[in-house]
């Protein structure tokens, strides 16, 4: 019995060694110290949640050969405007003390990806559409030095045709995050999937308001595309839903899973989203 617990409690300092060991290699002072800057786009409640997931991935990919910080003082959340944006990127692209760019969001991302000259590495994981957002790119990189990014949160034109299979529509309307639409300028008029499809549509940004979203679906519209609309909070996303509801438009959800639990009608992406794109991101950044 005694020997039993002797073997028991090794085991349990044997564990407890390498755990210790493996944060003081984390923090070990004679690893290169990278410093890592996040611009994201604006408030919102995923913001803190999406953040951790990406920092986890970065300490559990680089463990052991870089000792990779996240200092508060270098997370800037702007105001969902592009000017703040740009602002809150400038001042990281300018901060010494920042190694790597790091942009939460759809607006930030796309900043970063219209721009031809970079002086430290920038990372945007959140392009939406890389056709249509007319993003660089050169035998399969970006072509541009320091610039690394990630395409197709989702592939709307394969959302559209799994939406065609659900219900029969050749008038759709694209409710966009306007803050996100508005930094589109030169891509507004396109929506590669619906072209593609043949589809006709129209694209009406979304602020913080419900009621003047619905009041702007034309009245010849056959189904609804949600895109992320994080200016809605919970209690006007589900006016917004119900609104459709009422006007019986079917409606699909970029985000999938996360929306359609909030009451969308369907939706194809797993909550895995994040995650994916966080442990790609931390992949690069270690290459």
């Known amino acids: ?70 200092p508060e003082d270098k997370s800037i959340v702007a105001d969902w405007t592009v000017d703040g944006i740009e602002s809150a990127f400038e001042q990281m692209l300018n901060d010494n003390e920042v190694d790597i ?27 939406v559409d890389a056709h249509m957002q007319n993003v660089p790119s050169k035998d399969g990189t970006s072509g541009i030095k320091n610039l690394n990014y990630l395409t197709a949160i989702s592939n709307i034109a394969n959302d559209l045709e799994i939406f065609l299979e659900i219900v029969p529509f050749e008038n759709i309307v694209f409710l966009i995050n306007k803050p996100f639409w508005e930094s589109l300028h030169e891509c507004k008029s396109e929506m590669h999937g619906a072209e593609h499809l043949g589809l006709t549509f129209t694209q009406i940004p979304v602020s913080e308001s419900a009621e003047e979203a619905l009041k702007a679906i034309p009245e010849n519209t056959e189904a609804v595309y949600l895109g992320v609309l994080p200016l809605l909070g919970q209690s006007e996303y589900e ?6 509801i009422k006007k019986r438009l079917p409606n699909f959800a970029l985000t999938g899973i996360m929306d359609v639990e909030r009451g969308a009608m369907a939706g194809v992406m797993t909550r895995q989203l994040f995650i994916r794109r966080a442990r790609r991101i931390a992949l690069n950044i270690q290459r």
């Open 101 to 127: 760019v790091l942009t939460l969001g759809v607006i930030a991302s796309h900043q970063a990806v219209k721009r031809d000259r970079l002086p430290k590495p920038v990372f945007a994981p959140f392009i």
């Open 1 to 70: 019995m005694v020997r039993n617990l002797f073997i028991i409690a090794s085991i349990f300092l044997a564990i407890v060694y390498v755990e210790s060991g493996a944060q003081a290699t984390r923090h070990n002072g004679n690893l290169p110290v990278v410093t890592v800057g996040f611009v994201i786009d604006g408030p919102w409640s995923n913001n803190d949640e999406i953040a951790s997931i990406f920092q986890k991935e970065i300490l559990d990919i680089t463990i052991g050969e870089y000792d990779i910080r996240f």
């Open 239 to 244: 006016k917004l839903i119900a609104g459709l």
